[in-house]
């Protein structure tokens, strides 16, 4: 047996499926497992370059290779065989903001189509299991496992500041759709902090952090031992997302021995664990008051910090692997 991982173009925005599956794909090499890659040309998603993928896809699948669709590509289930497929599903963002026609092509090409040609499908959630079983009827739980996004050894404890006069916040991320920087700005308006975010501003998000005062630096395009840095740096990781299939900035974070604020919306109370303080980010006085709460509790801090440690145990990559090698056998054992 022989496991083909099949990922979108590296020309595509983002990075955290290869971040997550690159983890995967060398601890299941470790373990004896032969692997291969398969990295899309195309990275638009229109019907020209779906297509080109497709085709390409179909042409080097091997007889004796379980064939590991990583994620956001897949349609390429379409190509495969669909008893030696294995589906990975992030989130449901396709079908969050689109609508029409543009919709009905993503719900059938994303979900529909390749959860019926996949021999087994994983989600990184139980939020997004139960919200794939939601939006594909007839879809059986049992094909559906959860096995979650893994931890990189690069996160490592990093000694936690003791009461720091210009504390660090850091926030990862900047998109529009979810990330809720604007709310998390708007909370922070006036209090004795700096804010360090990662991610490209756009020039109003600019223009909205100094109408609120706020101090800040952003990092764009870093490498991942610069992110890690700037969460050595951070004094409180603050994610008050308004939508996540999972949020690595969690698992991250308390890896390095950072508190967390998150949301407690979808994904994010079930990956934080009890070693978060949540929140409703859409309500900013919320988010003010867990800041200030952190500020001004150490002993809060570090006991939020040592439950850190004790939660990202059950994503370091050795015990996400086993699953998926668990879960190749089954479908290899089973075709």
Not at 174 to 199: F, M, P, Q, W, Y
Not at 288 to 304: F, I, M, P, Y
Request: hydrophobic content about 40%.
């Amino acid at each position: 047996m022989k496991v083909r991982y099949y990922f979108r173009s590296s020309k595509a925005r983002g990075i955290s499926i290869e971040k997550v599956f690159s983890e995967i794909v060398s601890e299941v090499a470790n373990n004896g497992i032969p692997v291969d890659r398969f990295e899309c040309r195309m990275s638009r998603a229109s019907g020209l370059s779906i297509l080109a993928n497709i085709a390409e896809a179909k042409s080097i699948q091997g007889a004796d290779e379980i064939s590991h669709i990583t994620g956001d590509v897949h349609y390429l289930s379409i190509a495969l065989d669909g008893e030696r497929t294995i589906l990975t599903v992030h989130d449901l963002v396709p079908l969050r903001h689109l609508s029409g026609f543009k919709r009905f092509a993503a719900w059938q090409l994303w979900f529909e189509i390749p959860t019926r040609r996949s021999a087994a499908i994983t989600c990184v959630s139980s939020f997004t299991k139960k919200a794939l079983l939601d939006a594909i009827p007839g879809l059986s739980p049992k094909k559906v496992r959860v096995i979650p996004n893994p931890l990189s050894s690069v996160y490592s404890p990093s000694r936690l500041r003791s009461s720091p006069r210009v504390p660090v916040l850091l926030q990862v991320g900047t998109g529009r759709h979810n990330k809720n920087l604007e709310g998390v700005a708007s909370a922070i308006a006036g209090l004795r902090c700096h804010l360090d975010i990662v991610g490209r501003l756009a020039p109003d998000q600019i223009d909205m952090l100094k109408c609120c005062g706020v101090s800040f630096c952003s990092y764009v395009d870093i490498s991942e031992e610069e992110l890690v840095e700037r969460y050595r740096r951070a004094d409180i990781v603050v994610f008050a997302s308004k939508y996540e299939g999972f949020g690595l900035p969690i698992t991250e974070a308390q890896a390095v021995g950072r508190p967390v604020i998150t949301s407690n919306l979808c994904s994010m109370p079930e990956v934080a664990g009890d070693a978060a303080l949540l929140v409703d980010p859409y309500n900013a006085s919320e988010i003010r008051s867990a800041v200030q709460t952190l500020l001004e509790n150490e002993s809060l801090r570090r006991d939020l910090v040592e439950r850190g440690f004790e939660n990202v145990k059950r994503f370091e990559r050795g015990v996400v692997a086993r699953q998926y090698i668990q879960l190749y056998q089954e479908v290899w054992g089973g075709r």
